[in-house]
């Protein structure tokens, strides 16, 4: 039973290149969570969706774009990244009752040079 | 808004101590309240949640939590600690019949490191 598998595991990108961090789980859940790690701000939501073919912004969307076309997949791709974007990602996801938690992935640690 | 704060960057204690750390929350409705570990290099964890009924929860190794309505309080806790608990720990909430109820916020985390 894999849970949350994320891909790739690290990558150093050049500003302005842009790449697609790709999330997959097998646990057939609802909701899935895209999430930004920074030291001392803890975790901070990018993007979410509650179902196959939505999306929804979260705390800090901006230079991000997500499509969740399989329910099981969440993609989240940065069209020209910028060294802000340096940061440990992480994807996570539930069941959509609300008092389920959430499982997440193993991160993805990203650079932008 | 729903806030997570979690007032203490760094908690030290000795092996065998209780240990404690804080997560107070600011929310305009009821709280689903969730506790999670992060070791190095590693995803989150969850180690326990507070739905409803008990404001005493426990959890996974060993960890409990209490819930205290009157002070937006859940602290996390912990009888004795091990040197194996050392480790990242956020608060998080959602909160119920909120617009934003589907979003999961988190507290900033207390990096807890427990002293042989």
């Known amino acids: 039973n894999a849970g949350v598998t994320q891909t790739p595991k690290f990558r150093v990108l050049k500003t302005g290149q842009s790449m697609t961090l790709l999330c997959a789980q097998d646990m057939n859940h609802e909701y899935m969570y895209w999430y930004r790690q920074d030291p001392g701000m803890g975790l901070r939501l990018i993007h979410y969706?509650?179902?196959?073919?939505?999306?929804a912004k979260g705390e800090v969307p901006d230079g991000y774009n997500v499509s969740r076309l399989k329910k099981q997949n969440f993609l989240l791709g940065l069209e020209s990244a910028a060294p802000s974007q340096t940061s440990v990602y992480f994807c996570a996801s539930s069941y959509s009752t609300l008092n389920t938690e959430a499982f997440f992935g193993q991160g993805t640690r990203l650079t932008v040079v | 808004a729903q806030s997570v704060a979690q007032p203490e960057d760094q908690v030290n204690v000795a092996e065998g101590n209780p240990l404690t750390v804080k997560c107070t929350y600011s929310v305009s409705g009821n709280p689903y309240l969730f506790w999670y570990v992060q070791y190095p290099n590693r995803g989150l964890q969850f180690l326990l949640k507070?739905?409803?009924?008990?404001?005493l929860v426990k959890g996974s190794y060993g960890f409990e939590a209490e819930f205290n309505k009157s002070q937006t309080s859940f602290h996390l806790k912990k009888p004795s600690a091990l040197v194996s608990d050392s480790a990242l720990y956020f608060c998080?909430?959602?909160?119920?019949?909120?617009?934003?109820?589907?979003?999961?916020?988190f507290g900033s985390g207390t990096q807890l490191t427990v002293l042989p």
């Open positions: 969706s509650v179902g196959e073919g939505t999306t």
């Open positions: 507070y739905i409803t009924g008990d404001n």
């Open positions: 998080a909430v959602r909160v119920i019949s909120s617009g934003s109820a589907r979003q999961l916020t």
